[in-house]
Structures are given as C-alpha cells and as structure tokens.
T-cell receptor
C-alpha cells in the first residue's frame, strides 16, 4: 500500500516549451502533496506544498509563475514547468502525505531541457 | 527556522562493522525526526521515525534533545545497507520535511 506514481519518468524538451509532470497516489487519498527538486549528488529541496482544492504554498526563491502546481483531487497533483530553460533540468520528486507526519515518495521525473 | 545537518557526505565501513550516521538538527519546538533511505535506482523510502521507537533492518536512532541529535546506528553493517541516507525533520503533523544533505554509506565485503 501507499504507492505514489509519477509520469513521465523521463522527459526531454526544448528550451521555451512547457512540461507537465503528474503525481498520483494510487491506493490512498493524500491530504497534502509536496514537490521537491534534486540536483545530482545533492539533497531534496522542497519547492512547494499543495493541498487539494487550494493554492500551493511555494518556498522562498521558487517562482510560482514558472512552476505551476495544480492539485485537482486527493489523488492527483501536477507540476508544470513553463517556458523551460536548461537550468531547469533536474530531478523532480513528489511526495504525498496523509496528515500523520509520514510522506510517501514518487520515483521521480528526470527533466532535461535542451 | 528548521535545519538538518549531516556532517558526513560519504561513509565507508566493512561488513560486520558497526556504523553510525550522524544527524544534528535545529528547531525551536518539538520536532519529528525521520531517517529516509534511497537504494540505488529506487525511490526514497522511510526507514524509521523517532516517535515509533522501533528498529528497522537492524537500524535504530535515538532522539537526543540535549544534543539536538538523531544519529542512526547499526551494530553490524551488511552489504545491502549500502545506500544514501537522509535525515529529515518535520515541525508539525502533515507539514513540510526539511532534509539533511545525505550520507552515502558504502559497506565493503
């Protein structure tokens, strides 16, 4: 139980285009979903926290107009990287929380912007 | 502000040797502390949390509020323990996790 999926697992896009990443909790309802970014050999950096039906809360320094987060249901959250640039290339990881401290992580999505 | 520090980026031990991965934190209230593990090419998964006070895969961690530490220990390391280990802190239930930089543990045969 408590499985979180992400789609796609790997995406390459051209500079200036937008990319959408989906995060789904497959067998439970997530009260909160989190989006992280991880650079090679570095730790996870929280980008934003989203609750179903409300606006996401972004961490300091994260551009909310560039990283659009939609949390349409208790099992789905999406991250859209708008007008992507090579510096946006990274590993994006989502996690889903049930409100009891524990978070379940997705496998991550590797974004490469050329 | 909450902060988690893992002073060792790399740690290498031999099979059967004891291992300790250090974690220190700063937080003004009463935190929840966690250890997450990421095996090669796998997703991040919870190893243990301080509130449950359990031993998982032979690992234990004790919260020392005086030293603000939550070190992870195992008396006899196994090769399959080789992975990246992250210490993390949460302030309140359901809230954001703050991760340490991670420690890459390698257990040599």
């Amino acid at each position: 139980g408590a499985v979180v999926s992400q789609h796609p697992s790997w995406v390459i896009c051209k500079s200036g285009t937008s990319v959408k990443i989906e995060c789904r909790s497959l067998d439970f309802q997530a009260t909160t979903m989190f989006w992280y970014r991880q650079f090679p050999k570095q730790s996870l950096m929280l980008m934003a926290t989203s609750n179903e039906g409300s606006k996401a809360t972004y961490e300091q320094g994260v551009e909310k107009d560039k990283f659009l987060i939609n949390h349409a249901s208790l099992t789905l959250s999406t991250l859209t990287v708008t007008s992507a640039h090579p510096e946006d290339s990274s590993f994006y990881i989502c996690s889903a929380g049930t409100g009891n401290y524990e978070q379940y992580f997705g496998p991550g999505t590797r974004l490469t912007v050329t | 502000a909450q902060r988690v520090t893992q002073p060792e980026k790399l740690l290498s031990v031999f099979k059967g040797a004891p291992v300790e991965l250090k974690c220190n934190y700063s937080y003004s209230g009463s935190p929840e502390l966690f250890w997450y593990v990421q095996y090669s090419r796998q997703r991040l998964q919870l190893l243990l949390r301080h509130i449950s006070r359990e031993s998982i895969k032979g690992f234990t961690a004790d919260l020392n509020k005086g030293e603000t530490s939550f070190h992870l220990k195992k008396p006899f390391a196994q090769e399959e323990d080789s992975a990246m280990y992250y210490c993390a802190l949460s302030g309140t239930s359901g809230s954001r996790l703050t991760f340490g930089e991670g420690t890459q543990l390698t257990v040599n045969p």
